[in-house]
């Protein structure tokens, strides 16, 4: 048997990398004062966990044993990690400033609602900032559901004298069927915009899609000679 396990607590923070104006993308909200946009990395991930563990029978002695049990191949996987970064945004060009995907305000200390899928967020935790002024809202600060998923791989290789010998083989990916949520939504339009919450949207905060997969098997068989 063997067993590994690996942990990574991850502190990432920064400004916008794309300052072109006008194309309808995420740019810095105030080309000025580039700290403005500080906030969390798109990609950074609070904390991160995978765990390996193989297990592999020995060749027993006793002939019927051997040929039930001996060299069977078990090994799993456990990945997990916490959520993506946020930020509330909208498609109205409020601050007259031409760029039209803008931060919100913030009004509630605590923007998240019940943690439901049709309550993620709290729309009452955002409004739209004044005429002329940018949203208060800070730039990826809220975080989205976790996600974690157990894969498992069975396999047995059976000798069939010196020199050939057949692999039988069964994986399941979301061993357990595990429903990870998708980042409540729904995001802006156009591409680049997976950290965003769309907050002109009537369905604002609510939870419609799956990250990663339903459970999936899959088998196979290997014919060496």
């Known amino acids: 048997m063997s067993l590994s396990a690996n942990y990574t607590r991850s502190y990432c923070v920064g400004n916008l990398a794309q300052t072109t104006f006008f194309t309808g993308?995420?740019?810095?909200q105030n080309p000025d004062d580039p700290d403005w946009d500080l906030g969390n990395c798109a990609?950074?991930?609070r904390h991160i966990a995978n765990a390996t563990v193989t297990v592999e029978t020995p060749q027993f002695a006793n002939r019927g044993v051997s040929i039930l049990a001996s060299g069977w191949n078990v090994a799993g996987i456990l990945g997990a990690r916490s959520g993506m970064w946020l930020s509330v945004m909208t498609l109205r060009?409020?601050?007259?400033n031409g760029i039209l995907q803008q931060r919100v305000d913030q009004v509630l200390a605590d923007p998240y609602g019940k943690k439901t899928l049709d309550n993620y967020l709290n729309p009452a935790a955002f409004a739209y900032p004044a005429p002329g002024q940018?949203?208060?809202h800070k730039r990826n600060s809220i975080e989205g559901p976790a996600y974690w998923s157990i894969d498992l791989a069975l396999s047995r290789r059976i000798p069939l004298g010196t020199a050939q010998n057949v692999e039988f083989r069964v994986e399941t990916f979301n061993l357990l069927n595990h429903f990870n949520w998708g980042n409540p939504g729904p995001p802006l339009t156009g591409g680049g915009n997976a950290n965003t919450v769309n907050l002109d949207a009537g369905n604002f905060g609510q939870i419609t899609t799956q990250a990663g997969t339903?459970?999936?098997f899959q088998f196979g068989i290997k014919y060496v000679f």
């Open 25 to 28: 993308g995420q740019s810095l």
């Open 43 to 45: 990609l950074s991930r």
């Open 93 to 96: 060009d409020i601050a007259a």
């Open 134 to 136: 940018l949203g208060n």
């Open 214 to 216: 339903p459970r999936i």
